[in-house]
């Protein structure tokens, strides 16, 4: 059984910090290009970063130079350091893992961890 489970969302005031985690169990981890994605109120889900086992990572432009992802394979784990938060990146965030490979057509979303910019 697949599970992506994230953590370390919450409320923080702009200009703040939060460091997400997602856990990943039942698959594979090196096999996975691993992503993080948010959807607002209203919005559609939209890509904040992702990173392959190779470490290629490609961020919105949105969140360049404040936010870093990362992943530890030995692990199976992936974080996303946030930084200098604003309003905007209010949003719930979701854990991606999409297969390679063979495994292309293997796509798994996690339940995702509410983060919330407001003072």
């Known amino acids: 059984q697949v599970q992506l489970v994230e953590s370390g969302g919450g409320l923080v005031e702009p200009g703040g910090y939060l460091r997400l985690s997602c856990a990943a169990s039942?698959?594979?981890?090196?096999?996975?290009?691993m992503g993080w994605y948010r959807q607002a109120p209203g919005k559609e889900r939209e890509l904040v970063a992702g990173i392959s086992s190779g470490g290629a990572i490609n961020y919105a432009e949105s969140v360049k130079g404040r936010f870093t992802i990362s992943r530890d394979d030995a692990k199976n784990t992936m974080y996303l350091q946030m930084n200098s938060l604003k309003p905007e990146d209010t949003a719930v965030y979701y854990c991606n893992a999409r297969g390679i490979g063979a495994l292309t057509r293997y796509i798994y979303w996690g339940q995702g961890t509410q983060v919330t910019v407001s003072s």
């Open positions: 039942g698959i594979t981890f090196s096999r996975y290009v």
